[in-house]
């Protein structure tokens, strides 16, 4: 999905989420949410990558920085683990936050995702009034209260 060039000046969100309710519930959300941002939805890990590093169909496109990461971990053909450890690994994402939101309420999910990295870990509820309340925590969090690092760090 590319993004408009009239809302480039806003603060990006990558939602990195293969189903479909899951997606509609988040857009939902962040559109309720008081916060102004531009969501980003790659629904596989590869995908995902491709936009982050300017590679396959994003190679030539403008695409803006995500500020913040949400990534689900049951990913089709590559698992949000990989993705995490791929966007880890580099020296221009590492610092990204990058927060897994995931129906896996698995102990070592959890630990493998904050071994490779994970600012942060969110089972998904699946009350659907929860749910849009999480992801308007979370945009309130990550995009006015969090203080990123600085984009010269990012690379």
């Not at 969100?13 to 939805?41: M, R």
């Not at 009034?129 to 010269?152: A, D, H, S």
Request: proline share 6%; hydrophobic share 40%; glycine share 6%.
């Amino acid at each position: 999905m590319d993004i408009p060039a009239k809302n480039m000046g806003r603060k990006t969100i990558l939602l990195v989420e293969d189903n479909a309710g899951a997606v509609q519930l988040s857009l939902i959300a962040f559109k309720e949410s008081a916060v102004p941002c531009n969501v980003v939805v790659m629904l596989d890990g590869v995908e995902a990558l491709d936009y982050i590093f300017a590679g396959g169909k994003y190679r030539d496109k403008q695409r803006a920085m995500p500020e913040v990461i949400l990534l689900d971990l049951k990913l089709p053909g590559m698992s949000g683990h990989e993705v995490l450890k791929k966007i880890r690994e580099a020296h221009s994402t590492r610092l990204i936050p990058i927060i897994i939101f995931s129906v896996s309420n698995e102990e070592t999910d959890r630990k493998i995702c904050y071994e490779l990295g994970a600012n942060s870990y969110i089972k998904k509820p699946v009350d659907f009034e929860k749910y849009i309340e999480i992801v308007r925590m979370l945009g309130n969090y990550w995009l006015k209260l969090n203080e990123p690092p600085p984009r010269t760090a990012q690379g």
